[in-house]
């Protein structure tokens, strides 16, 4: 049921290395904008986790963060409901056209996607091969069998395979929950 | 179903002005570290939403945030699965006795509620009296009619009448999920 591998995009754009995560970020933003109006589904990146160490009132309403740290994050960047279903996902660039290097998840944000879907939750990573312009929904189980295995990177093939190559349009932008209506509703993939 | 309220607690504490919403706070993380490590949910609090405008480098390996603005959250604090169901609440304190004032929660949080219950999700909010030192789970939909009637505050009567107040404990803190199981699976209530 996957699509096949290699297909051109007529799309591509150019990545810079200062917006390296951008873009596919700015991508599912929009996406779930559009799912939030149409009321298809409720997901939100969640914040960055931050560490405040110093704040100034110039004003009696006004707080201004002074000092502050980038936190280790403990779950994945996204979470929400659709179907009633709560999703939850992680998703990553990389620049590399023959693999994903795992080193871009952390191991706690791996255990959260075990936990999300040991309780019946949808746990799953998207991601993204810039140079090839390709994206891919991958399911967590698929990730945990491979860092079981003590691999260091998933292959391109690898991520061909087992996951779903999702098309890029304009509005939906990166519909990847049509990709989860049809592996967890049944959901026709090609409509 | 609902516990008489008035019951007079033996754990009363002394709550600072410095730490108005602390100290709920404080006892909802324990409480989710308690579900976390039981297996029996995961729900988290989300950071606090930050706009990040200036970043210092003062080493490769460092960032440091030299200027900040606290964002207006755009959706409830907390959110997460129990039992395959996506849970999604908003936590708020006030010292007031006899009303909660709604101006406590942003209207863009009680829209975020609305939507998760309409796609099937569990959305409440938590409420502690901190002076009378009572917590109470009260459903969406409550909180929705009385805003529909332009009410203000939530009577305390009328929190006492439609939630349900948790119990204080040891360990889970402040266990909350077995209302949810009450309300939602048919859980005993007293058990």
Do not use: W
């Not at 297909?7 to 810079?16: A, E, F, L, P, R």
């Not at 939030?36 to 009696?60: G, Q």
């Not at 980038?70 to 409901?81: A, C, E």
């Not at 091969?129 to 391109?156: M, P, Q, V």
């Amino acid at each position: 049921m996957n699509y096949p591998c290699g297909i051109k995009k007529t799309n591509s754009k150019i990545i810079s290395y200062g917006n390296r995560g951008m873009s596919l970020e700015a991508d599912i933003n929009l996406t779930n904008d559009y799912y939030l109006k149409e009321k298809v589904a409720v997901i939100h990146k969640k914040p960055t986790p931050i560490t405040i160490c110093k704040v100034d009132y110039p004003s009696r309403y006004e707080a201004v963060i002074k000092e502050g740290y980038f936190k280790t994050p403990s779950t994945t960047d996204y979470n929400g409901i659709y179907k009633g279903k709560y999703i939850d996902f992680e998703a990553k660039e990389t620049k590399n056209k023959k693999i994903f290097p795992l080193s871009n998840i952390h191991k706690h944000q791996l255990d959260h996607l075990k936990s999300i879907i040991s309780l019946g939750g949808i746990g799953f990573i998207i991601i993204r091969f810039t140079t090839l312009n390709e994206t891919f929904l991958i399911e967590g189980n698929h990730i945990f069998d491979a860092t079981k295995n003590e691999k260091k990177s998933l292959d391109y093939d690898f991520v061909c395979k087992k996951g779903y190559l999702i098309k890029v349009n304009y509005n939906p932008r990166l519909d990847y929950l049509k990709i989860i209506d049809h592996i967890y509703f049944g959901g026709d993939i090609n409509e």
